[in-house]
């Protein structure tokens, strides 16, 4: 019998590893986080890029399960309380607000620019 394995969720905190994680990318630390918010892997901050304070704000009882948040390096994210993020795309070059009980399936991308100059 095959061995069932399903993703192992953690507190996401600003510049803590995650522990057994695949991925070896960096949590953030220009990022706001709320209580009870947990993430399955660092893969998800490959393509974030934000200088900003925060960069990024995530409410309370968020789960973020394989998800991109991609920034350029003005952009900022901000997800509401409540949420749920499935492997989906997030991708700012400024600002995206998402509010709060949102759920998000995979395969949705949502951007604020068409990336043309």
């Given at each position: 019998m095959n061995k069932v394995t399903?993703?192992?969720?953690?507190?996401?905190?600003?510049?803590v590893a995650i522990e057994g994680d695949w991925c070896n990318f960096p949590?953030?630390?220009?990022?706001?986080?709320?209580e009870n918010s947990v993430i399955d892997s660092s893969s998800a901050f490959?393509?974030?890029?934000s200088t900003r304070q925060?960069?990024?704000k995530i409410g309370k009882n968020v789960t973020l399960q394989n998800p991109?948040?991609?920034?350029?390096?003005n952009g900022y994210i901000e997800i509401g309380d409540y949420?749920?993020?499935?492997?989906?795309a997030i991708i700012a070059t400024?600002?995206?607000v998402i509010g709060n009980h949102v759920f998000i399936a995979g395969g949705v991308t949502i951007v604020d620019s068409d990336f043309h100059p």
């Open positions: 399903f993703p192992v969720f953690q507190l996401l905190q600003p510049g949590i953030p630390i220009n990022m706001e986080v709320g490959k393509k974030f890029f925060p960069g990024l991109a948040l991609a920034t350029e390096e949420c749920f993020i499935s492997g989906a400024t600002d995206i």
